[in-house]
Each structure stands twice: as C-alpha cells, then as structure tokens.
T-cell receptor
Framework: SQQGEEDPQALSIQEGENATMNCSYK?????LQWYRQNSGRGLVHLIL?????REKHSGRLRVTLDTSKKSSSLLITASRAADTASYFC????????????FGTGTRLTIIP | GAGVSQSPSNKVTEKGKDVELRCDPI?????LYWYRQSLGQGLEFLIY????????KSGLPSDRFSAERTGGSVSTLTIQRTQQEDSAVYLC?????????????FGPGTRLTVL
C-alpha cells in the first residue's frame, strides 16, 4: 500500500488562483518532500520539510506539515500555466533514511 | 553542470527478451536509486546503491530484475525474460546522501514497452 496518498487526484483551476493539494502518510517520518513532474522537465524536487518543522516557504510554494495528523499540504499561490504538472509527496517510512516512498500524485491543470 | 542521464530514452522489445537500461548519475553523488512508474501511477522503488555498501534490493519485483553499479558511478538495470507487465517508465535518481535528507535528482527516464 502507498505510504503517501495525495488528495485530490486531479485539480483544475484558473490561472492566477491558488492551488492546494494534500498528502497523508501512515508511519513516522524524518522528513517529507514534494516533487513535481511534467513532460518538459521530468521529476523535479520542490521542497523538503523536516518533521520538526510546521511550515516552510519557497517562492510561491508553501508547505505545511502536521505530524500528529500525518498529513502535509502544498499551496501554490498565483498559479501559472507552467505549474501544470503532477505533484507527488515522498516520505521515508518508519524513520528509514535510505529510501523514499512516493504517493500516486495530484494532477494539477492550470487553465489560461 | 550535467544532470542525471539515462539511456535509451525509449526501448521496445519483444516478450521474453532481455533488456539493459543505463543510468549516469551526477558526479560526486554517492546514492543512486532506480524507480518504476506505470502509466498514471506514482513511483515504485526498485533498488538503492549507497557508496560501497551492499545495495538495497528490497523493491525488485522478481528475480528477473537485477542491477549493478560499477565504480560507484554508472548503473545498469537488467530485466531478463521481459513480460508485458514490465512495461513502464524506469527512472533513475542520484543524491548526495540518504534519501530522507537529500534532494533526489532524477533522469529523464527510459520508457520500456514490451510487446
């Protein structure tokens, strides 16, 4: 079974709006990472948030982490057409440092 | 600088044939990972190399799958007697260290189609 599950599976919004996607996981973790995948650039790392952090920002991205609920959210503000992609959360499992388990992703479509 | 490269970008093979997929990681990255991604799905971990340590093969789906990493750099993923269910995009990633703590840099992938 998946360690991380993103919600929603698909999201379509107008350009300029904010997009929020969520990730839930099942075990204790060290850190949680978000990745983006599109046909042009492949799979790219966006942000890493540590288990002792609650919020982190990077440009138009804002990530939150709630370890008590085993969930994270990724907010993209002022969306652009170039943000159209699939977004995946990835975590280690039970403090296992060596490998990540990826969720099935949220497919985000930005409508110009 | 150069990123992670993979070859071939596309591979079409007949059921039962063997295939080799190659990954060139970023120079200096000690960790190398292989993943498989089926259409519309997330990434499935296959195998992990870290420095000179024995690889973590826990994700390999069957004994038809094997991988090696020569000289701590280039890696080859071999699939013997390919089956149609092996059709997927195979992604390689490298990083400076343990996956939980370091960003992974992904290659463009090899799309494998087994007829």
């Amino acid at each position: 079974s998946q360690q991380g599950e993103e919600d929603p599976q698909a999201l379509s919004i107008q350009e300029g709006e904010n997009a929020t996607m969520n990730c839930s996981y099942k075990t204790s973790i060290n850190n949680l990472q978000w990745y983006r995948q599109n046909s042009g650039r492949g799979l790219v790392h966006l942000i890493l948030i540590r288990s002792n952090e609650r919020e982190k920002h990077s440009g138009r991205l804002r990530v939150t982490l709630d370890t008590s609920k085993k969930s994270s959210s990724l907010l993209i503000t002022a969306s652009r057409a170039a943000d159209t992609a699939s977004y995946f959360c990835a975590t280690d499992v039970n403090f296992g440092n060596e490998k990540l388990t990826f969720g099935t992703g949220t497919r985000l479509t930005i409508i110009p | 600088g150069a990123g992670v490269s993979q070859s071939p970008s596309n591979k079409v093979t007949e059921k039962g044939k063997d295939v080799e997929l190659r990954c060139d990681p970023i120079s200096g990255h000690t960790a190398l990972y292989w993943y498989r991604q089926s259409l519309g799905q997330g990434l499935e971990f296959l195998i992990y190399f870290q420095g000179n340590s024995a690889p973590d093969k826990s994700g390999l789906p069957s004994d038809r799958f094997s991988a090696e990493r020569t000289g701590g750099s280039v890696s080859t993923l071999t699939i013997q007697r390919t089956q149609q269910e092996d059709s997927a995009v195979y992604l390689c990633a490298s990083s400076l260290g343990l996956a939980a703590f370091y960003e992974q840099f992904f290659g463009p992938g090899t799309r494998l189609t087994v007829l």
